[in-house]
């Protein structure tokens, strides 16, 4: 069996997290190298027990000196200060900021120069696919005394992509986000006399045999079914890991349990028998939008469709996760993560740890969610306490996937491409299951000599 949440990310159009770094990072343990450490260390700084919080310097406290920040967005910067200056009112009435907007993608690489020039942020967020290299460039500094704060708020599947081989964490993840399982419940209830979701997929044939009219096109089940980004969560629920050993140059598609995961993926075209071609993202996420779809596989990016979807045509939509295979194993899926780091060239250490950690408080979190609508990356649990996340009933679902998602420190895009092509040949019947796998095997190791 699997076990839920193993190590390892998001590319451009929906899984944009992973394949936006330069160059390719092995996916596994993050390594601690390089870098000023000595001068950003937390074990001398003031560690206020009670409150869990490290004592701010006395230059950033008294206001003499601005903490600096690097974010992307401007009204998430903002929102963030204005969060952060009313929850220590009381303790730092005089702290100020400034921020300067750098593009996560760009922020590591730049601390590197800006860094040791002495004008970087004292704070950069990133996404958490970077961090590796923030680690290994020494632009990252562990986060001390609230790595223990951090694991009692989130999963291990979130702390543990932002630990390095020293067993510290070096980044505060933020958001998290993945597909998952969408339900219609209205449309559940009358077709089997009850909303509650498919926990496996032989759960979701079975509604299938009543409900769907191919000649109407009317199916049970949509979504987009040439992509790996979406046939993943079936081929790992069958027993297969992509990168199961953290080697960029073994991505899995010589593993035997491969080829048994694209059989079953292939036997899935009969309750959803659609070419590739004709099933995108817009055309699936349309149908379950207009209330004649009961399940769909999709992501937080369409709940605003529908939403508006189910106050047109009169239905309440749920989300879970996406059902297991006939192995039992939870499905993974590849998910995103933005993270706040702490400069490793900071003059303000204590400061910088006390901000970074905000963003995963119940405050800092609410002012993510009410700013840019992400989700924060807390346990489940802890959403009801954000202002804002609970009235969603749809955030605990996306959450619940997220926790049991592969997340990888990067993927080449070529990882893509040869795994698309794969999933395309056995959905399409073009190919059989082991000769998709063995075509993949050839495409990667050539493309990945180029």
């Known amino acids: 069996m699997r076990s839920k949440g193993a190590t390892a990310g998001f590319a451009i159009n929906r899984r944009n997290l992973l394949a936006l770094g330069g160059g390719v990072a092995a996916a596994g343990t993050l390594a601690a190298c390089g870098g000023p450490e000595d001068e950003v260390e937390a074990e001398g700084l003031d560690w206020d027990a009670e409150a869990r919080q490290y004592v701010i310097e006395e230059e950033i406290a008294s206001g003499e000196v601005p903490l600096k920040l690097w974010f992307e967005n401007e009204d998430l910067a903002n929102a963030q200060i204005a969060a952060f200056k009313a929850a220590f009112a009381d303790t730092y009435p005089d702290i100020r900021f400034e921020y300067e907007l750098v593009a996560q993608n760009d922020a590591v690489a730049q601390m590197s120069l800006a860094g040791e020039a002495g004008n970087g942020g004292d704070v950069f967020m990133t996404f958490y696919d970077q961090v590796a290299r923030a680690i290994e460039e020494g632009t990252a500094a562990p986060l001390g005394e609230y790595e223990g704060v951090l694991k009692e708020r989130m999963s291990e599947t979130f702390t543990g992509v932002v630990t390095g081989e020293d067993g510290r964490m070096y980044a505060v993840p933020v958001t998290t986000e993945s597909i998952a399982l969408m339900y219609n419940k209205t449309l559940l209830s009358q077709i089997t006399g009850s909303e509650e979701p498919a926990a496996t997929w032989e759960d979701v044939r079975a509604v299938a045999a009543e409900y769907n009219d191919p000649a109407k096109n009317r199916w049970t089940i949509r979504w987009v079914p040439g992509e790996i980004y979406y046939s993943y969560s079936v081929l790992s629920s069958q027993g297969w890991q992509v990168y199961p050993g953290g080697d960029v140059a073994e991505p899995g598609f010589d593993d035997p349990a491969l080829v048994e995961a694209l059989d079953y993926y292939a036997s899935l075209r009969e309750i959803w028998n659609v070419p590739s071609a004709d099933a995108t993202a817009e055309t699936v996420e349309a149908e379950f939008a207009a209330g004649v779809t009961p399940y769909i596989i999709t992501g937080p990016w369409a709940f605003s469709a ?59 979190a609410a002012a993510l969610y009410a700013t840019t609508g992400q989700i924060p990356a807390l346990n489940t649990d802890l959403l009801a306490h954000i202002e804002g996340l609970a009235e969603d009933p749809h955030v605990a679902g996306i959450v619940a996937q997220s926790a049991q998602a592969d997340l990888l420190p990067q993927l080449p895009e070529y990882f893509w491409s040869t795994a698309n092509e794969m999933t395309v040949a056995v959905w399409d019947k073009l190919s059989s299951a082991a000769d998709a796998a063995a075509a993949a095997v050839a495409g990667y190791d050539e493309l990945a000599g180029l």
């Open 306 to 364: 529908f939403d508006a979807g189910a106050a047109e045509h009169g239905f309440e939509y749920g989300v879970t996760t996406i059902p297991a295979t006939t192995s039992g194993d939870p499905a993974s899926s590849f998910a995103g993560m933005h993270v706040i780091a702490v400069s490793a060239y900071t003059k303000y250490p204590a400061a910088a740890r006390v901000f970074a950690n905000f963003l995963a408080s119940d405050d800092g």
